[in-house]
Every structure is written in C-alpha cells, then in structure tokens.
C-alpha cells in the first residue's frame, strides 16, 4: 500500500470513530439532560448557498432551506472530522497510529474548536464564538466540550485499531 493511501486510510477510519464518538456524545447528552445539539441541516444549508456566493448569513436559521441538507450536512459533519484526523497524523506521524497516545489526539480535539468558533458560528451569523447567540458562555462550553471529546474518540479509534495497522 502507498504511503497516501495508507495515511488516507488512517484518517478516514480515525476521523469517522472519533466523530462517530463525539455524536454518541451529543445524544446521550440530549436523552439524558436535555442538551440541544448542532442541527446538521444547518451544516448542509451553509454548504449548498456557497455556489450561489452566499458564505455567511445574518441567521442562519432563517435562511430558506434547501433539498437535500440534512443529508449534505451530516456528510459535510462526518468529512470535517476525517480532515481533522488528517491534521492529527501530519502532526504527530503516522507512527502515532502504531502506539497511541491521548497528548496529541486532545490537543487537536481542542484546536478543532476553532473552526466553529471563527469560521461556522460567525458565518451562520451567530457571531465569533457565538457571541451573537442568547447564551455564548454556554455555547462556547459546549463547543469546546464537544471538541474535546472529539479529542478523546481520536485517541480511542486510533487505540481500538492501532493492532490491525
């Protein structure tokens, strides 16, 4: 196996387990207190204005919907964690699948928050750091919550799979 298609492949798999971690996160985060999540309807609505030229918006949630954005938003969700892995294993070597360590996996959990804090929340037009948002220090533990998390299912997809590489 090439060198590329090995690092893509370890990307694709880690960054699928962690984010696949960080959604069971969310929803038992829902089911047991009541915390609402990302809509990823919102994700693919974002996504499908861009070939119109329309990158941010003054509240997304008002933005007319479009056909098919759950399913884009939820593809779009699962891709950005696979990018993030990608992040992971440029940063720590591909050597790091071999024998995990959680450091570097929380590290670029954490990192990742600000994707959603300077570029998603401000072009949904929830501000930086969803300052715009009715609650921000909530949102903004949340976010960062959910990102560690992220971390977390870096380190333990990477764990759960290191004896196959």
């Known amino acids: 196996m090439s060198q590329e298609i ?3 492949t370890r990307a694709v798999t880690i960054g699928i387990g962690a984010t696949i971690i960080m959604d069971v996160w969310a929803i ?3 089911r047991l207190f009541s915390v609402p999540t990302l809509d990823y309807r919102l994700v693919g ?3 499908l204005y861009m070939p119109q ?3 941010r918006h003054n509240n997304i949630l008002r933005t007319t919907s479009v056909s098919g954005e759950r399913a884009l938003g939820w593809f779009t969700h699962y891709v950005i964690g ?3 892995a990608a992040l992971l294993l440029l940063l720590a070597g591909m050597q790091w699948t071999q024998n995990p360590t959680i450091l570097p996996a929380l590290a670029v959990g954490v990192i990742s928050v600000a994707a959603p804090f300077f570029i998603m929340q401000p072009c949904f037009g929830f501000g930086v750091a969803a300052s715009k948002t009715p609650a921000p220090t909530t ?3 949340r976010s960062l919550m959910t ?3 992220l971390g977390v299912g870096f380190y333990l997809s990477a764990l759960l ?3 196959f590489w």
Do not use: C
Request: charged share 20%.
């Open 147 to 149: 990102h560690t998390v």
């Open 82 to 84: 696979i990018v993030f």
């Open 28 to 30: 038992l985060l829902k």
């Open 45 to 47: 609505r974002w996504v």
């Open 6 to 8: 090995e690092f893509l």
């Open 139 to 141: 949102a903004r533990l």
């Open 161 to 163: 799979i290191a004896p």
């Open 53 to 55: 030229g329309k990158f």
